[in-house]
């Protein structure tokens, strides 16, 4: 019988010992990596850009509309001058190997009167599909994010009212300002979100 209870009891061991190592290859499956203008690169933004804005787009707005925006912002030509601008890094989060979300880090644009005098960065088009969408991805993806904008004195985002990523960026310090106004992307109502930093030393915080 001790015997038995031995071969259990190291049966439970290993099995434990391996559940640990699933765990531990399947966070270590999740990362973010800069998009870059090789083929590849331009072939993967195609596929998530086109994939995410359909997801978070779906049932709010005209699908004519919504493949006409993806048409203009999402094709070879466009992406390979905005990855090649300075102004602009694009981020993509993979889980097993698959694009699952990314991200723009932007200075382009007419930014917000209120930042004048202040070094600005704004994170754009931030989003995880639904099938990837658990907290662990979206933390690595917008956590390097912050990190690109780590030198800026403000961070601000743009997204439309009830967007369900709005608590989460909450979660890291950003607050919504009422003052800025913009116009209504795709017909979608705006809400703006800004983390503004304090500067000690040269150093934004």
């Known amino acids: 019988m001790l015997f038995r209870y031995n071969e259990t009891h190291l049966l439970l061991i290993n099995i434990k010992s391996y559940n640990n190592l699933i765990h531990t290859i399947m966070v270590n499956t999740i990362v973010t990596k800069f998009a870059i203008g090789t083929e590849q690169g331009i072939n993967t933004l195609l596929f ?3 994939a995410t804005a359909r997801e978070k787009c779906k049932g709010k707005v005209p699908e004519d509309k919504l493949e006409e925006y993806i048409e203009r912002h999402f094709n070879s030509d466009v992406l390979r001058v ?7 890094q694009y981020v993509i989060v993979y889980c097993d190997g698959e694009p699952a979300g990314y991200a723009r880090i932007t200075s382009k644009g007419k930014r917000p009167e209120i930042f004048e005098g202040k070094t600005v960065a704004r994170i754009a ?7 990837f969408a658990n907290l662990e991805v979206k933390k690595s993806l917008f956590e390097k994010c912050l990190s690109l ?3 800026q004195q403000i961070i601000w985002i743009s997204e439309y009212r009830g967007h369900p990523d709005l608590h989460f960026f909450a979660s890291y310090g ?19 979100l800004v983390k503004d930093k304090k500067i000690i030393n040269n150093k934004a915080f």
Do not use: H, T, W
């Not at 905005?82 to 602009?88: A, D, H, K, R, T």
């Not at 088009?125 to 099938?131: A, G, I, P, Q, T």
């Open 48 to 50: 998530i850009g086109a």
């Open 82 to 88: 905005e990855l090649n601008s300075m102004s602009n």
């Open 125 to 131: 088009d931030f989003f995880v599909l639904d099938r």
């Open 149 to 151: 904008c780590s030198m």
């Open 174 to 192: 950003f607050s919504k300002n009422a003052e800025i106004a913009g116009p209504q992307e795709l017909g979608l109502a705006p809400v703006y």
